[in-house]
């Protein structure tokens, strides 16, 4: 079973940067997407950033030029990079992937997989 663990989380001030990472483990066959998204109190979980296996990457609005998703494939983690934070970023983020796993048995064979960490609590805030 992958897991994803998060850390990075954590109270930082109006403009400040946090840097949050996702690392994933298990029996990974192949990762192709790891993204971040974020859930906010009596909101749904949005979409904040993500990056696929080629490299192409997707972000929210409200974050495009403030954050940086990148991944490092070798260690299977994915970063999020967070500039000039704003209260409105406050938010639990969740780390999510999905791709191919073993799944073990009488004879190991690959499955599909989409997992989410446990989230990590991002407070902006003077």
């Known amino acids: 079973q992958v897991q994803l663990v998060e850390s990075g989380g954590g109270l930082v001030q109006p403009g400040g940067s946090l840097r949050l990472s996702c690392a994933a483990s298990g029996s990974i066959v192949r990762i192709n997407g790891m993204g971040w998204y974020r859930q906010a109190p009596e909101k749904q979980r949005e979409l904040v950033a993500a990056v696929t296996r080629d490299g192409s990457i997707n972000y929210a609005d409200s974050v495009k030029g403030r954050f940086t998703v990148f991944r490092d494939s070798a260690k299977n983690t994915v970063y999020l990079q967070m500039n000039s934070l704003k209260p409105e970023d406050t938010a639990v983020y969740y780390c999510?992937?999905?791709?191919?796993?073993?799944?073990?048995?009488?004879?190991?064979?690959?499955?599909?997989?989409?997992?989410w960490g446990q989230g990590t609590q991002v407070t902006v805030s003077s």
């Open positions: 999510n992937a999905d791709g191919v796993q073993w799944r073990s048995g009488v004879i190991s064979v690959p499955t599909d997989f989409n997992v």
